[in-house]
Structure formats: C-alpha cells, structure tokens
C-alpha cells in the first residue's frame, strides 16, 4: 500500500454549528498533494473514544503523516501546535455531556509530547507564500490537545515511522460575523486550504531531504584517509 496523509477534523461542538476543521478536512479528501494521497476522517467531539478512534484509523489507514485540525476561534492565523500536555480542563463538556477538569490524558503518562512534524519549516512554508502561520506552545486542555497527546503516544514508536501533529485553525469569515466582527479574526476556508496544502508539501520536501539513515551515537565513523596530493 502506497504511504499516504490522513487528516482528521471535528464535528461542530458547544455553541458552534459549524466546524471549519470539518470542511477544510472534506474539500481535500481524495487530492493528491506532496505527492501523497490524502485520507480523511471526522471525529466527534467526545472524549471517552478519541484515543480508540485514532488508533483505529492509523491501524487502517496506516498513514506516513497524520495531521489532527481543529477550530479554534479567536485565534488569529493557522496555528501549528508544538505539544499535547497530559491535562484535560474543559470549560464545556464535550458532546456525550462529560466534563473533565485537572485530570490527566493518560494517567501516568509523561506531563507531556512533542510533535513530531517539522515545525520551522511549515512555519517558513507559509510565510514564503504569504500565508498567516505560527508555531503555537499551547493547544489548550480541550480535545485538541487530547488529540495530539494521544495521537502521538500512538505514533511514538510505529514502524515505519508515522509523523504526527496538530494545526488549530480561526472562525471562517461568517462565523466571526457572529461571534463579534470588531473581536473575532478570520480566514477565508480557500485560504487556510492552501495553508494546509503547503504545510503537507512542506512536510513532503523535508522528508525527501533527510538523510535515509541517521547515525546512532556510538555507531563507529569511519573516516577513510586523503591521498595528500603533491
Ligand atoms: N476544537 C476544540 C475541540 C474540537 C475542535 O475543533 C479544541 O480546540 O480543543
């Protein structure tokens, strides 16, 4: 089976009837970018199940890259999120009606993991074609953060590898003219598609221009001497 993308979303929840993480993820279901093909997925916003849904689906699809999105209102750009914590603290329930708050993801499990995907370069993907991007040290203590926790103790140790990361993403231009126009920040769903496309081919280029294996420390270097030319 040829290696591919997967992109999760969500489902609307709390008071938002629209989840732009829901759209963007279906308008590039089945496109081929970077040269991998792109699977997709739609979650519900419940945290009892997000762990086995993921599991479930990177058993399937078997994914090399899998990127979680969410909305997140408010913010002002694409946010690349740099770490999942191991806390869950709602302010709303989630959509089966639980509440969590000060508990951790995965009880004993460390405080916290780091994306796997290659920050700076999607960062510096999107500002070289004028897209608003940031590297973000916080994806909240909601589902999203639960996501990317759980996302990459599942991915922390599969062969082949998987990479696995985490994009929060504004209100659509609508949903800012009911949140509050004069407080809401937005971006266009065109937009913040091209914004993923270039993350997934700036991802793509990064992994073609690793170096196939990378030396373990302690691995013997062997250094062949120079003909001294004369
Ligand atoms: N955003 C929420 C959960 C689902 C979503 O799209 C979050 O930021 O945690």
């Not at 989840?19 to 997709?40: D, F, K, M, T, Y």
């Not at 979680?68 to 209102?73: F, K, Q, T």
Request: glycine fraction near 8%; proline fraction near 10%; charged fraction near 20%.
């Amino acid at each position: 089976m040829s290696r591919h993308v997967l992109l999760t979303g969500f489902e609307p929840f709390g008071t938002h009837p629209v989840n732009p993480s829901e759209l963007l993820v279906r308008s590039l279901e089945g496109r081929v970018i970077g040269g991998r093909a792109v699977a997709v997925r739609v979650f519900p916003v419940e945290t009892r199940t997000l762990r086995e849904r993921i599991d479930a689906v990177l058993r399937e699809e078997q994914p090399e890259i899998v990127i979680g999105l969410g909305y997140a209102p408010g913010r002002a750009a694409l946010a690349v999120e740099r770490v999942g914590l191991n806390v869950l603290d709602f302010d709303i329930p989630d959509s089966a009606g639980i509440m969590r708050k000060n508990e951790p993801v995965e009880p004993g499990g460390p405080d916290a993991r780091l994306s796997t995907l290659p920050l700076p370069e999607i960062v510096a993907a999107w500002t070289a074609v004028g897209i608003p991007g940031y590297i973000s040290d916080s994806a909240g203590t909601y589902l999203c953060n639960q996501w990317l926790y759980d996302a990459l103790a599942l991915t922390t140790s599969s062969a082949p590898p998987v990479l696995a990361g985490f994009m929060h993403v504004p209100a659509l231009p609508a949903q800012a003219v009911l949140l509050g126009p004069d407080k809401t920040p937005s971006m266009t769903l065109d937009l913040m598609k091209r914004g993923i496309e270039t993350a997934i081919e700036a991802i793509a280029l990064w992994l073609e221009s690793r170096p196939a294996t990378v030396p373990r420390s302690g691995d013997k270097v062997w250094i062949t001497p120079r003909t001294t030319r004369r």
